[in-house]
């Protein structure tokens, strides 16, 4: 029904940046919540970021205030996760999500999104 692929993963040093993209195939996100999660090895996946569907909303976990930000461009169906001051506790697989249920609330749950990416890994070295 919707397909997400995220981009822009790579290895990076500690203290740089970083853009990740999600495309949307399928079907039109632009009404929908979107979000950004991670996950290390050896742990749970965990929210970073949720956009509503005008943008005018975002939710930004404390981990990455002030850090990363979440943006997107319905007009090109694509969410993005700019990583700036980038920590090596930031290292995990991102993964790009869409709920079908949310519009202007951007819940943290991994259980209000219902479609997800595969995921581009994000390395930071020293």
């Known amino acids: 029904q919707v397909q997400l692929v995220e981009s822009g993963g790579g290895l990076v040093q500690a203290g740089g940046s970083l853009r990740l993209s999600c495309a949307a195939s399928?079907?039109?996100?632009?009404?929908?919540?979107m979000g950004w999660f991670r996950q290390a090895p050896g742990k749970e996946r965990e929210f970073v970021a949720g956009?509503?569907?005008?943008?005018?909303?975002?939710n930004h976990a404390d981990s990455v205030k002030g850090r990363f930000t979440i943006s997107r461009d319905n007009a090109k169906n694509t969410v993005y996760l700019q990583m700036n001051s980038l920590k090596l506790e930031d290292t995990a697989v991102y993964y790009c999500?869409?709920?079908?249920?949310?519009?202007?609330?951007?819940?943290?749950?991994?259980?209000?999104?219902?479609?997800w990416g595969q995921g581009t890994q994000v390395t930071v070295s020293s």
């Open positions: 999500a869409v709920s079908l249920r949310d519009r202007s609330f951007v819940p943290r749950s991994p259980d209000a999104y219902g479609y």
């Open positions: 399928g079907r039109t996100i632009s009404l929908y919540t």
């Open positions: 956009i509503s569907w005008s943008g005018g909303s975002t």
